[in-house]
């Protein structure tokens, strides 16, 4: 069984930044997509950044140039760096991934979510 722990969301003023963590455990035989998703009250959740196996990134242009994804594959954890931080990025950020399970199957995993909230 796969699960996922975030970690890293909080308070901040606009301008600030702020680190989100998604470490990932279980066995698998490989994690492949690693992105992060938000979700503000009251609109649907939308793609933020994504990141291949192989290292290419993907984010929404409202985000471009501030955010940031990586991972770290030999401790199974994605982070999403985010700089020059704006009350609109207010949400509930969630990680998900998808593995290959040990059975040869394609997984997606959700995290539980951590609150980003940014204060003007």
């Known amino acids: 069984q796969v699960q996922l722990v975030e970690s890293g969301g909080g308070l901040v003023q606009a301008g600030g930044s702020l680190r989100l963590s998604c470490a990932a455990s279980?066995?698998?035989?490989?994690?492949?997509?690693m992105d992060w998703y938000r979700q503000a009250p009251g609109k649907q959740r939308e793609l933020v950044a994504a990141i291949t196996r192989g290292g290419s990134t993907n984010y929404v242009d409202s985000v471009k140039g501030r955010f940031t994804i990586s991972r770290d594959s030999a401790k199974s954890t994605v982070y999403l760096q985010m700089n020059s931080l704006k009350p609109e990025d207010t949400a509930v950020y969630y990680c998900?991934?998808?593995?290959?399970?040990?059975?040869?199957?394609?997984?997606?995993?959700w995290g539980q979510g951590t609150l980003v909230t940014v204060s003007s």
């Open positions: 279980g066995v698998v035989r490989s994690i492949n997509a």
């Open positions: 998900r991934i998808v593995v290959l399970t040990i059975t040869m199957e394609d997984l997606e995993v």
